[in-house]
């Protein structure tokens, strides 16, 4: 799934946006449960503590499975698999209106915050599947390896390094370093890839396979 700002503008201008989005993610997907307000989302950066805290101790009914996710500053990606029917539409609805009035109210603005309805690129062959999660966690890339797309890049090692500093996605949880681990379902993803390690060497061999050349990489 991939929604971007209308005009292609900016939809996080500041950490509390991510935070807020991520918060989003997580209060949202559940049947029974609409409204971001029954639920505190606290964060002391600093520490690197973040979470959700629910009122009610009670368990979530998931509405989809959120197998990956990235932010960028105009756009996000996720990853998701329906749990329940019409699973993936209802959850998208809540995201994109519940962020959008948080957005609007926080800067005083009224109108359209994304560029209309999420784009969704279904799943239909196997090579697309075992390529959309480093797609996903590459897309940080951007903002300073553009170059990255044609399958080329000047330092693997310095991509990685950049990779593994970017906090607005969920690649940090896969490599086995919490981040925010509440908020994505993982198991699958990883029995795929042979656990956190098996992730780990295949993201790596992925980036240094930038050498050659290749087609630019573009999902969206």
Not at 24 to 36: K, P, Y
Not at 153 to 173: G, M
Request: proline share 5%.
């Amino acid at each position: 799934m991939l929604n971007r700002g209308v005009d292609k503008r900016k939809i996080f201008l500041n950490d509390k946006d991510f935070l807020r989005f991520i918060h989003d993610l997580f209060v949202f997907n559940d049947i029974e449960l609409s409204n971001g307000n029954f639920f505190h989302f606290h964060s002391r950066i600093s520490k690197g503590e973040v979470g959700v805290e629910r009122p009610v101790k009670k368990p979530r009914k998931l509405l989809v499975k959120i197998h990956a996710f990235c932010l960028m500053p105009n756009h996000y990606h996720l990853l998701l698999s329906p749990v329940v029917d019409r699973g993936i539409p209802l959850f998208m609805h809540k995201l994109d209106m519940g962020y959008s009035r948080y957005f609007n109210e926080k800067n005083k603005r009224r109108g359209t915050l994304f560029q209309g309805r999420y784009k969704s690129v279904p799943i239909v062959k196997e090579e697309h599947f075992t390529h959309l999660p480093y797609y996903i966690h590459c897309n940080p890339l951007d903002i300073r390896m553009r170059e990255w797309r044609g399958r080329k890049i000047k330092s693997s090692k310095e991509a990685l390094k950049f990779l593994n500093s970017y906090r607005w996605s969920s690649h940090l949880d896969y490599l086995g370093k919490p981040n925010f681990p509440s908020v994505t379902q993982r198991d699958f993803l990883l029995e795929y890839f042979g656990g956190i390690e098996g992730y780990r060497e295949a993201m790596d061999k992925w980036i240094e396979s930038f050498d050659s050349l290749g087609e630019e990489y573009e999902l969206e």
